[in-house]
């Protein structure tokens, strides 16, 4: 048996591991929108943007808890969801029967999606056990952007930078 066989976690860890080595950092900012605009600046310019990432550093997982969540609530976010499910059913099922009566099917495709996540949402919200009583939301962020070009690429893109304008350390 083969004992050199790998998972696909580990083969993809490997594989990012040594195409970082093959990368430079031409400069690092402290927001997304300044590294995107920077390699928007070499694309204009015709320069191979294949080559060229934007790394987060320092990655942050921040929960932001927006208010309490009972069963009500929780049936309630349910509805809406089931609601838009519903609609969503029933505008395929008018395409498929264009001679049923519009909104009858409509008011059908909303009113039984809305029962039915309503349901489905107190259900779940009840299996939690009063673990999870709050409603969140999830966002990953960076402290601050790095600009990465291939080894091969990193003289051209310091010159093409200087050309348009950008003085990069």
Known sequence: MNENITTGA???ARAAEQSAVDYRTITEVSDY???ERLVDVLSDAGFPVENVRIVGVNLESVEQVTGRLTTGKA????AAGGA???LFFSFFFILFAPAV???QVLLFGLACGAVLGAIMGAI???FTG???DFASVRATTANSYEVQVRRAFVNEAYATLAQAG???S
Do not use: F, I, P
């Open 101 to 103: 009566v519009l909104w």
């Open 33 to 35: 929108r300044r590294a």
């Open 84 to 86: 838009s499910w519903g």
């Open 124 to 126: 779940s919200h009840g």
């Open 130 to 132: 009063g673990r999870r």
């Open 166 to 168: 950008y003085s990069v």
């Open 10 to 12: 580990s083969a993809t």
């Open 75 to 78: 049936a309630l976010y349910g």
